[in-house]
């Protein structure tokens, strides 16, 4: 899995996308409806308290079992898989996501990019002088003295400005979280279990490596707790049965060999349940997980993530005729849903005939409305599917669009160059096509 990176990091996400400047940067990203929809779900409450418009915060999910969570490129939250996992109900991780939005809502990552470029102008300037007093001295000493005071300032001027807008962003999330009605209890606990990770490990946490911790941070969240008439109050309805099913969901997902020893056959609980039947898929016990799946869709009928895992587990061992169904009625409850949409379009591509493909190509058309945080797989499967088709020229345009989401700038190249020779001049194509050659020129390599 890979590492986490520091907070402002992917800023470069407002300009280029999250998903791509995730991927530029080989940050895993994972997508799952179910786990996405339930974090902004419960987010929403503190969005609006932080005045910000729900729709318009994006949730992403980092595989990568550091616990960690982050923002970056304006108002997208990416959430590390093991925070998730680690956190120990839903108070925690709203605790941890409310301060992260206190970073969206407190406009922290410009911030953060003036500040970088104001510590290279200090560096920059240091070292000249530095140079020139060398000089002047005739003395080489003299100017590597020089630089390593700009060197100097510019590091503690960015320590300080991490400790206060960290602290700003506890104070902010403190906020949105009284006036959402959900107790801070979480944040406290949370913040004191990663202040004791990192005395035990001297190089700390994942968090306390990208949100240094200090007493003053914790005495300061401590005290909040404390006035707090929410003080050891329950969370809002649902959030803890959200949390559990996300939690066993990732755990069967990313550590089935645990799922036994976390979810014994004594708990019955539908939470144990799902981990047990996702951890038996991991595993390839497949018989068993289409049982244990089968078992879930009888207690919740219309649960469609219940289904969709069932689809797919059928559609990974190669049995796409009978996922279909198991998609279909899972877009009936989760209409225009991007991630059931991708597979149900792969059972038809599999069937090959031309009423099946333009179907197909209709649904990943309707996944692919904002290519910002489309999943490259949708442009390989139109390019598959329109060139099944005989449409040779958007068959090239989907594959350009996939090369370049993947970094492959050499074929990204070969077939936006392809696209304008086969599209129609001043087509909607041929003028995405024209962007994406500006694009493809412009990265290098």
Same mark, same amino acid.
């Given at each position: ?36 929809? %339930? ?33 970056? &490129? ?8 093991? *925070? ?24 922290? *990552?410009?911030? =953060? ?5 104001? %510590? ?9 002088? =530095?140079?020139?007093? &060398?000089?002047?001295?005739?003395? !080489? ?25 960290? @602290? ?5 999330? *403190? ?10 209890? &979480? ?29 003053? /941070? ?7 707790? $404390? ?10 309805? !649902? ?26 056959? %004594? $708990?019955?609980? #539908? ?16 018989? +068993? ?12 009928? /219309? ?7 069932? !689809? ?18 899972? #877009?009936? *409850? ?5 991630? #059931? ?8 591509? $599999? ?11 209709? +649904? ?10 489309? #999943? ?13 088709? &005989?449409?040779?020229?958007?068959? %090239? ?20 160059? /392809? ?7 001043? @087509? ?9 050659? /500006? ?7």
């Amino acid at each position: 899995m890979g590492r986490v990176i520091r907070i402002l990091a992917l800023a470069v996400a407002a300009v280029v996308g999250p998903l791509a400047a995730a991927q530029a940067q080989r940050i895993p990203v994972v997508r799952d409806a179910e786990i996405e929809t %339930s974090i902004h779900r419960m987010l929403t409450p503190i969005f609006r308290a932080a005045g910000l418009t729900p729709e318009a915060v994006s949730i992403f999910l980092v595989q990568d079992d550091g616990v960690n969570a982050f923002v970056a &490129g304006g108002q997208n939250i990416f959430v590390n898989t093991g *925070l998730i996992i680690e956190a120990r109900n839903a108070d925690e991780l709203m605790g941890v996501l409310a301060h992260e939005t206190g970073h969206i809502a407190g406009g922290h *990552l410009v911030r =953060g990019q003036e500040m970088m470029e104001r %510590s290279k102008l200090i560096a920059t300037i240091g070292s000249l002088l =530095g140079a020139a007093a &060398g000089a002047a001295a005739g003395r !080489g000493d003299a100017a590597m003295a020089g630089a390593f005071t700009a060197q100097d300032m510019v590091r503690q001027n960015m320590v300080n400005f991490t400790r206060g807008i960290e @602290s700003s962003a506890d104070q902010a999330g *403190l906020r949105f979280l009284a006036q959402a009605g959900i107790p801070a209890d &979480g944040m406290l606990s949370f913040l004191k279990r990663m202040q004791d990770a990192e005395l035990a490990h001297p190089r700390g946490s994942d968090y306390s490596r990208t949100h240094p911790l200090t007493a003053d /941070r914790i005495e300061a969240v401590q005290e909040a707790v $404390d006035k707090s008439a929410l003080r050891g109050g329950p969370v809002p309805p !649902g959030y803890d049965d959200q949390f559990a099913r996300m939690r066993a969901k990732l755990i069967g997902f990313t550590q089935p060999e645990t799922v036994g020893r976390v979810y014994p056959a %004594s $708990d019955t609980s #539908l939470p144990a349940q799902y981990a047990r039947a996702i951890g038996a898929y991991r595993r390839n016990v497949f018989a +068993d997980a289409l049982g244990q799946t089968d078992a879930l869709i009888k207690a919740e009928p /219309r649960n469609p993530y219940f289904l969709e895992l069932r !689809g797919q587990i059928l559609l990974e061992t190669g049995r796409l005729a009978e996922a279909r169904p198991y998609y279909e009625r899972a #877009l009936a *409850l989760l209409p225009g849903e991007p991630q #059931l949409l991708i597979p149900l379009a792969q059972t038809k591509i $599999d069937r090959g005939s031309d009423a099946e493909l333009r179907s197909a190509i209709r +649904d990943l058309e309707r996944a692919s409305v904002d290519p910002e945080t489309t #999943l490259p797989i949708v442009w390989r499967l139109l390019g598959t599917a329109y060139g099944k088709t &005989g449409d040779m020229g958007k068959a %090239s345009l989907a594959l350009a669009e996939d090369n370049l989401a993947r970094g492959d700038l050499p074929n990204a190249r070969a077939q936006v160059a /392809r696209a304008l020779q086969l599209l129609p001049r001043g @087509s909607p194509g041929w003028r995405r096509a024209q962007d994406l050659q /500006r694009e493809a020129e412009d990265k290098p390599g």
